[in-house]
């Protein structure tokens, strides 16, 4: 069984950054891409970035220009490297593995971006 646990949350000031972290229990060849969610309050929880096993990445447009996606497979680690960071940004983020036909989720780190 796959376990993700995420890291790095916190409050930030508007403008302000952080970076979240993603520890995997254990490398996977079964793992097909990795990505960051958020879910707002009364919001429907959201893809923010995406990384493939062949390091391809992709983004929600709403951070385009702000994050940065990464991996450390010697570590079994994926960061969310966040700039610029919004009040709209506050939300859970979640850590999302996924293989084929099922998806593995952290339990969620709390950003809060606030003045």
């Known amino acids: 069984q796959v376990q993700l646990v995420e890291s790095g949350g916190g409050l930030v000031q508007p403008g302000g950054s952080l970076r979240l972290s993603c520890a995997v229990s254990e490398s996977r060849f079964s793992i097909n891409s990795m990505g960051w969610y958020r879910q707002a309050p009364g919001k429907q929880r959201e893809l923010v970035a995406a990384?493939?096993?062949?390091?391809?990445?992709s983004y929600a447009d709403s951070v385009k220009g702000r994050c940065t996606i990464s991996r450390d497979n010697a570590k079994n680690t994926m960061y969310l490297q966040m700039n610029s960071l919004k009040p709209e940004d506050t939300a859970v983020y979640y850590c999302n593995a996924k293989e084929f036909r099922r998806d593995y989720w952290g339990h969620g780190t709390q950003v809060t971006v606030s003045s």
């Open positions: 990384i493939t096993s062949a390091g391809s990445t």
